[in-house]
């Protein structure tokens, strides 16, 4: 299954990793109703999240990513983000730009992409 999903998906690079994470400021996250962006993994590479931005009023943390899945609990960032009372949400990337998928990390060990629920970018 996994092959398959990478054979959909495709692989990525560190560069195209960083060009998804401005991507997101600039095209996808305005779409989904983010707003008041702070983009903290580019001021800071080792900082726990890659963005800061408003949703609905309140504060949120995003991880970019242009992987199939992100493991929230081993990296830390889930219970971080419990801890200082900020809802997060992973957005995959597919690495050639076509696609992606937004979802708010409930309690879990891994968000994982859904093939059948990408959204294709305009």
């Known amino acids: 299954m996994r092959a398959r999903k990478l054979r959909l998906w495709g692989k990525s690079t560190p560069e195209i990793a960083a060009e998804a994470e401005k991507f997101a400021v600039n095209h996808i996250l305005p779409k989904e109703g983010f707003a008041d962006f702070y983009h903290a993994s580019s001021t800071d590479r080792f900082f726990p999240f890659d963005i800061i931005a408003a949703l609905n009023g309140q504060r949120v943390l995003i991880d970019v990513t242009t992987g199939l899945s992100k ?6 960032q889930k219970q971080l ?10 957005l995959f990337v597919k690495p050639d730009f076509s696609k992606y998928q937004l979802k708010q990390c409930k309690p879990a060990k ?3 992409i859904r093939i059948s629920e990408l959204v294709p970018i305009e």
């Open 71 to 76: 493991m929230i609990m081993r990296t830390g």
């Open 110 to 112: 891994t968000v994982a």
């Open 81 to 90: 983000a419990d801890a200082l009372l900020m809802p997060m949400y992973v």
